[in-house]
């Protein structure tokens, strides 16, 4: 990547922080608010009312929509950051790939916030660090590469078909219970489990959960089955975006 446009994207990722903080009088606190009370009320649902979380449900739950909101985030406004930027493109040259690119670099950046306070929650309710906390850059390196790829073949599609994203939308929360976000797999039954985990985001949950929850090494063998997928899935949507560049400047605003 050309360093001009390197520090594009990076002064770019800081003017959306600002401007995203600006926007709401709760600024920072808001990052952590949302997911805290997206946490809360799975948390009064399955455990305080239905009973079917169990013993460690409440990090188990913690954990998995720390990082099922980061992916979430990456795949929804990175998608839909071409098809919002359309006047912008239509105007200036500059290469529509940049636009996903700063989005899911500022999700990555509130993740890291959050994450960091979930680190301390942990500790302090039992769970203190590990060795296996080495691996944590390499799950969430194959993550972001997931989560980019996705959004990428998002945003390509999202300014030919703007109706799309709610679509995207919803199959996104069935994805959210398909892979074990809110609850454990071994609740599910066995069949359908087998299903479940071929399931990339189930993948990286488990290997996440592991590490924080049991010091635990992830399994390497599936992680790396799932590293090769989303670097695929990632080409093929950079492959996408590129292709279909010079058609945006022509659509509609």
């Known amino acids: 990547m050309p360093q001009h446009l390197f520090e594009l994207i990076l ?12 926007r709401s009088y709760l600024g920072l606190i808001w990052w952590i608010a949302e997911p805290a009370m997206m946490m809360a009320a799975f948390w009064l649902v399955f455990d305080v009312i239905l009973k079917t979380g169990g013993p460690g449900y409440l990090p188990f739950l913690l954990v998995g929509l720390t990082v099922w909101q980061w992916m979430k985030s990456c795949i929804t406004h990175g998608g839909h950051a071409i098809w919002t930027n359309l006047g ?3 105007q200036a040259r ?28 942990l500790w302090v309710i039992g769970y203190p660090p590990s060795l296996s906390y080495l691996a944590l850059p390499i799950v969430f390196a194959v993550t972001l590469l997931f989560a980019a790829g996705v959004g990428f073949l998002v945003a390509a599609v999202v300014p030919l078909i703007p109706d799309l994203r709610f679509v995207i939308e919803q199959v ?9 976000v809110v609850f454990a797999l071994d609740s599910v039954p066995s069949p359908l489990r087998e299903v479940i985990a071929l399931n990339p985001v189930a993948t ?9 929850m ?14 090769i997928i989303s670097a695929i899935v990632f080409a093929i949507g950079i492959g996408v975006v ?9 659509l509609a605003v």
Do not use: N
């Open 11 to 22: 002064f770019s990722t800081y003017a959306e922080l600002r401007a995203e903080r600006s």
């Open 88 to 90: 912008l493109i239509r």
């Open 94 to 121: 500059l290469p529509v790939l940049v636009f996903p690119f700063v989005q899911m670099l500022a999700d990555t950046i509130k993740f890291l916030f959050i994450f960091a306070l979930l680190l301390v929650i």
């Open 172 to 180: 996104l929360t069935v994805v959210m219970f398909l892979s074990g």
């Open 204 to 212: 990286l949950l488990d290997a996440t959960r592991g590490i924080l």
């Open 214 to 227: 049991h010091a635990q090494w992830p399994d390497w063998p599936a992680l790396l089955k799932v590293c």
């Open 242 to 250: 590129r292709q279909l560049a010079p058609r945006y400047p022509k």
